[in-house]
C-alpha cells in the first residue's frame, strides 16, 4: 500500500532523526513521560495529525522493506532451484550416489531452514505493522518522545554553535592587537632587512677601497725603496767622485813635487826637452782640470738629483700618511661595531707594523753595488806603478796567482797585500779583490769573504785592469836622464 500526502499539510522539520526504528525500550521511556507530561488541548490535536502524517510514512517504509524481503525469498529460492540443477547435473555413477545424496539434502536442509527463518522475519514484521497500524495512541506518545530528543539533540547543537561563536568572538577581538603587533615587526623586519643591506653594500665598498688603497701604498713603499737605493748609489757615487779628485789631486801635487825635484837634480836638461815636458805637464793639467770639472759637474747633478728625490720622498711620505689617515677613517668605519676602542688592532695596522719591519730589515741586510771598473781606476793606476817600481814584467803577473785552481776574495787580500803589489789601504783591497772574484752583470752582489773565482779568469782580469806596460831597462832610464840634465843646463 502507498499514501499520497499533501505538502501543505507537511510540518517543517527540526531534524532527520524521526525515521529511527521502534524499540521497547522507547516504548518505556514514552509511558514515563506519559505520566509526567501535560499538553494543551489545542496542540494535542496538530500534534496527533503529525503523527499521522508520520505513521502512513513509517507504513509505507515497512511496506518497501517487506517488498525488499519478498524480493530477496524469491532470490533465495532461485538459488536454491540453481543449487538443485547443479547437484543434478553433478551425480556421477551408482559408487558415488550415496555421498552426493546425502550432500544434496545437506544443502536443501539448510535453504530450507533459512526460507523459514526468513518467513518467520517476515511474520514477525506484518505483525508488528498491524500493531502499529491498530495503537495510534502508542505511535502517537512515541512520536512525541522522538521528537522531544530531537529537540533537546537541536538545543545543544545550537548551545555548542553559540559558545563557538562566542569563543570566536573573544579570540578575534584579543588577535586584534597580535594583528597590529605583527604588522608593525613586519615593517621593523623590513627597516632591518633594508638597513643590513646597505651595510653589507657599503661593508663592499670599504673592502673595495682598502683593497686599493693596500696595492696604491704597495706601488709607493716600492717606488720609495728604488729611490732609497737610488738615494744611496747617488751618495756612494758623490763620495768615490770627491775620493777621485781628492787622489787626483794628490796625484797633481806628487808630480809637481817630482817635476820640482827633477828639474833641481837635473838642471843640465835642454830647454826642447823642457818645453815637451813642460807641455806635457800642462797636457797633464788641462786633463785633470777637464776631469776634475766634469766630476764636479756630475757631483752638482747628483746634488740636484739627490735634491729632487728628498722633495720627492717628503711628497710621497706626505700621501702616504694622507692614505694611513684614509685608511683608518675606513677601518673606523667598518671596525668599530665589532671592535673595542684601544683593544683590538685591524688587520691593516698589523700589515703596515709588518712591512715597517720587513723595511728595515731589508735595509740591514741589504745588497752591496756591484763594483765598477771606475771605483778600481786608480787602484789600477797605483798597483801598475808598484809593478813598473818593483820590475815586474806584464808576462810575470800571472806567477803570482798561481796557487790554486780557485781562489777566494779573502786569499787575493792577503796577496795584493804582498809585494810587488803592495796595496796598503783595507777598503782599496776589498774593492779590488771583489772586482776580480764577483760576478759584475748583477747589480746588486752579497758580500762574502769565502766567494770564489776560477784563477784563469782571474788572471785574464787582472790583466785588462792593469793594461800593457814596459819596463826601461837600466841604460835606456841613464839615457833619459842624461837628456834630461841637459835640458836643464
Not at 34 to 61: A, H, M, P, V
Not at 209 to 221: A, C, V
Not at 317 to 325: N, P, S, V
Not at 327 to 335: A, D, F, G, P, T
Request: proline share 2%; glycine share 2%; net charge positive.
Amino acid at each position: 500500500m502507498s499514501y499520497y500526502v499533501r505538502s501543505k499539510l507537511i510540518r517543517p522539520s527540526t531534524t532527520s532523526n524521526h525515521d529511527r526504528p521502534l524499540d521497547n525500550s522507547s516504548v518505556r521511556e514514552s509511558r514515563l513521560v506519559k505520566q509526567n507530561t501535560t499538553f494543551k488541548t489545542g496542540r494535542e490535536k496538530e500534534n496527533l495529525y503529525d503523527e499521522n502524517i508520520k505513521l502512513k510514512s513509517q507504513l509505507n517504509e515497512q511496506t518497501q522493506l517487506l517488498l525488499q524481503s519478498r524480493s530477496k525469498v524469491q532470490q533465495l529460492e532461485r538459488e536454491l532451484q540453481r543449487f538443485k540443477n547443479l547437484i543434478e547435473d553433478s551425480i556421477k555413477p551408482e559408487t558415488s550416489q550415496q555421498k552426493i545424496q546425502i550432500e544434496r539434502y545437506g544443502l536443501i536442509m539448510k535453504m530450507k531452514n533459512k526460507i523459514k527463518q526468513l518467513i518467520l522475519e517476515l511474520q514477525s514484521k506484518s505483525k508488528e505493522l498491524i500493531k502499529l497500524k491498530r495503537t495510534m495512541r502508542f505511535t502517537n506518545f512515541q512520536e512525541l518522545e522522538i521528537e522531544l530528543k530531537n529537540y533537546i539533540d537541536e538545543t545543544l547543537r545550537l548551545r555548542s554553535k553559540l559558545e563557538y561563536n562566542e569563543q570566536m568572538i573573544a579570540v578575534q577581538s584579543s588577535a586584534e592587537p597580535l594583528e597590529k603587533q605583527i604588522l608593525h615587526l613586519e615593517k621593523t623586519i623590513k627597516i632591518l632587512q633594508k638597513d643590513n643591506q646597505e651595510y653589507n653594500s657599503k661593508q663592499l665598498n670599504n673592502d673595495f677601497i682598502t683593497s686599493k688603497l693596500q696595492i696604491q701604498l704597495e706601488e709607493t713603499l716600492k717606488q720609495n725603496e728604488k729611490q732609497f737605493k737610488e738615494i744611496i748609489n747617488f751618495e756612494q757615487m758623490v763620495k768615490e767622485l770627491n775620493e777621485y779628485n781628492r787622489q787626483c789631486n794628490d796625484l797633481i801635487s806628487q808630480l809637481q813635487l817630482q817635476i820640482k825635484a827633477q828639474m833641481q837634480s837635473h838642471q843640465n836638461t835642454t830647454q826642447e826637452e823642457l818645453l815637451k815636458i813642460q807641455s806635457s805637464y800642462e797636457q797633464l793639467q788641462i786633463k785633470y782640470s777637464q776631469e776634475i770639472d766634469t766630476k764636479g759637474q756630475e757631483i752638482r747633478s747628483l746634488k740636484t738629483e739627490i735634491q729632487r728625490l728628498n722633495l720627492h720622498i717628503q711628497d710621497m711620505e706626505k700621501i702616504i700618511e694622507i692614505q694611513e689617515d684614509k685608511i683608518r677613517e675606513i677601518e673606523y668605519s667598518v671596525y668599530s661595531p665589532v671592535a673595542k676602542v684601544g683593544q683590538i688592532e685591524s688587520p691593516l695596522q698589523n700589515g703596515f707594523k709588518i712591512m715597517q719591519i720587513e723595511m728595515k730589515q731589508q735595509i740591514i741586510n741589504k745588497k752591496l753595488p756591484r763594483v765598477q771598473f771606475t771605483d778600481i781606476r786608480e787602484i789600477c793606476m797605483k798597483v801598475r806603478l808598484n809593478l813598473v817600481r818593483n820590475r815586474v814584467q806584464y808576462q810575470e803577473i800571472e806567477d803570482y796567482f798561481n796557487e790554486q785552481e780557485e781562489l777566494s776574495i779573502h786569499q787575493l787580500k792577503n796577496i795584493l797585500h804582498k809585494p810587488p803589489f803592495e796595496i796598503q789601504d783595507h777598503q782599496q783591497i776589498k774593492l779590488f779583490s771583489r772586482y776580480l772574484v764577483e760576478d759584475n752583470s748583477e747589480d746588486y752582489v752579497i758580500y762574502d769573504q769565502d766567494r770564489k773565482n776560477k784563477t784563469s779568469i782571474i788572471k785574464s782580469v787582472m790583466k785588462k785592469i792593469v793594461g800593457k806596460y814596459e819596463i826601461l831597462s837600466n841604460e835606456q832610464e841613464l839615457s833619459i836622464l842624461q837628456s834630461i840634465q841637459q835640458v836643464k843646463i
